[in-house]
Nanobody, 115 residues
């Protein structure tokens, strides 16, 4: 198993930026999928961004052009750069890693966009 620890959340004004980090307790080289999910109050958890082991990325339509996911295998870390944040981006953001045979989740980090 692998432990995932998110950081970088906080309070930001509309139009601002944040960068989330997800640090893994072991190598993520073999993680064929790593993603950032988010869950807003009263809503279902949704996939915001994902990146495969080959570096192929995928984004929800609502974040395309504003969010960028990246992974640094040498640092066992996945990042989510979030720009032009709006109120609808307010949610708890969860890191997800998929390995052959198991899936791991982080504990989540709160992102609040408010003026």
């Amino acid at each position: 198993q692998v432990q995932l620890v998110e950081s970088g959340g906080g309070l930001v004004q509309p139009g601002g930026s944040l960068r989330l980090s997800c640090a893994a307790s072991r190598s993520i080289v073999s993680a064929y999928f790593m993603g950032w999910y988010r869950q807003a109050p009263g809503k279902q958890r949704e996939l915001a961004a994902a990146i495969t082991s080959d570096g192929v990325t995928n984004y929800a339509d609502s974040v395309k052009g504003r969010f960028t996911i990246s992974r640094d295998n040498a640092k066992n870390t996945v990042y989510l750069q979030m720009n032009s944040l709006n109120i609808e981006d307010t949610a708890v953001y969860y890191c997800n890693a998929r390995f052959s045979g198991f899936v791991s989740w982080g504990q989540g980090t709160q992102v609040t966009v408010s003026s």
